[in-house]
């Protein structure tokens, strides 16, 4: 028996990043990350992802899927993705929801799209890839739109659409989730709950900004870049996650300026826009 199932999910960015405070926000972008699993007569559940890294995420989500329907069977999942890698866009959380979702789909099941993006937060926590567990990157990678989450409950407080392109640079460097110092993170703990109460708001732009500026400097990122971003009108723009890439919504002309001013930087810059409609089983 081959069976196969297909799943695509999203990279994201961040307007609150959850590791000071618990309570985080994040939109999905238009980078995909795509899975197949395929069912094998064996006890092994064996992952590869194109261009190399470490398949332990991608496995643990296939096996809580196969654990939670008592499914038997072994199988294999492969992952390719245009989400750079440990860049603070929503990598992990993007392979969990797209493999665990192809696992349901090989084994002709289903779950409520926040129930799947959990399992996917169970997987990274096992595999030891988050801090927080993510759920506010695993929701945006899921739904699409904006959503404000909290992580330490893992719900699910507000979605809403947003309408807007999205410039992302990605410097060279790579910064892992599991090595952020989390010590430093809740130093800024008052100032972050300060910008989450603007997300709450509905004013993502001004909240991701200040949350930017406030993880730059807990972090020991440049702030430049986002400063750049100002000068060229954009009123949102932030450290991505815990680094190293950096996420600025933009309208209009500015677009083309912040490209143009970011390119001048060391690194790459990707044009893309808010995806609100999530991910997918199927190819």
């Known amino acids: 028996m ?100 192809a696992a349901l789909d090989a084994i002709g099941e289903s779950m409520e799209p926040l129930e799947a993006a959990r399992l996917g937060v169970q997987a990274a926590l096992d595999a030891g890839v988050t801090i927080t567990g993510a759920f506010d990157d695993a929701a945006a990678s899921m739904l699409g739109g904006v959503v404000v989450t909290d992580n330490r409950e893992l719900f699910l407080v507000s979605r809403n659409v947003l309408e807007s392109e999205v410039i992302i640079y990605a410097p060279r460097k790579k910064a892992y989730s599991s090595n952020t110092d989390v010590a430093r993170s809740r130093l800024v703990a008052p100032w972050v709950d300060m910008a989450y109460e603007l997300c709450i708001e509905g004013k993502y732009e001004k909240a991701m900004t200040l949350n930017g500026f406030l993880y730059c400097s807990a972090l020991g990122f440049k702030t430049e870049p986002i400063l750049m971003a100002l000068e060229a009108g954009v009123e949102g723009a932030s450290l991505s996650g815990t680094g190293p890439a950096y996420t600025a919504l933009v309208h209009g002309e500015m677009a083309d300026r912040l490209a143009d001013a970011w390119s001048a930087l060391d690194g790459k810059v990707i044009r893309t826009k808010v995806n609100n409609n999530g991910a997918r089983t199927g190819r």
């Open 2 to 101: 081959t069976t196969t199932g297909c799943a695509t999910a999203l990279g994201a960015g961040t307007i609150i990043n959850a590791i000071a405070t618990w309570k985080g926000s994040a939109f999905g972008i238009d980078l995909h990350t795509n899975a197949e699993v395929q069912l094998k007569n064996t006890d092994r559940i064996q992952g590869t992802i194109k261009g190399g890294g470490n398949p332990k995420l991608i496995e643990r989500c296939v096996q809580l899927v196969f654990e939670k329907f008592n499914c038997q069977d072994g199988a294999t999942v492969r992952t390719t993705s245009e989400v750079p890698i440990a860049s603070g866009l929503k990598s992990s959380s993007a392979a969990a929801n797209a493999s665990v979702l």
